[in-house]
């Protein structure tokens, strides 16, 4: 089990999220960003701070978003365990799931 980050975070990326990761396991892709499915240490710091509430717990993710399940974790396809985003920083590409989608309005 894990944390999934869905539609919500397409086009806005507000990073509030990666400030309470204890293990900094939230990857930045171009569009969106990612949890890392087997670094997530399921602590729920993430969720309640995303001010889109795009932060699910794999099995509380809406049906309509449940192919994030799939982004999230495939998006590592590539990159295996780096063990920590920020040394990363931004990885210029998004899973398929994203890459397809219509550029996202936000309000705010
Ligand atoms: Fe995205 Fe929300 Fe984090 S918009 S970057 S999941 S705080
Ligand atoms: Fe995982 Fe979010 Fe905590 S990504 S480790 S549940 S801050």
């Known amino acids: 089990m894990t944390y999934v980050i869905a539609e919500p975070c397409v086009d806005l990326k507000d990073k509030a999220c990666i400030e309470e990761c204890p293990v900094d396991c939230i ?9 890392h ?5 399921d602590c729920g710091a993430c969720e309640p701070v ?3 509430e795009a ?3 794999e099995d509380d993710t809406p ?3 449940k ?6 974790v495939e998006f590592f396809d590539e ?3 780096p063990g920590g985003a920020s040394k ?9 799931v994203v890459a397809a989608l219509p550029p996202q309005q936000h309000d705010e």
């Open 79 to 81: 990159l295996g365990s």
């Open 88 to 96: 990363l920083g931004l990885i210029e590409r998004d899973h398929a």
């Open 37 to 41: 499915p087997d670094e997530c240490v």
């Open 27 to 35: 990857y930045e892709g171009e569009r969106m960003l990612y949890i």
């Open 67 to 72: 192919d994030y399940y799939k982004a999230n």
């Open 55 to 57: 932060i699910f717990y």
């Open 63 to 65: 049906e309509e978003w």
């Open 50 to 52: 995303c001010p889109v």
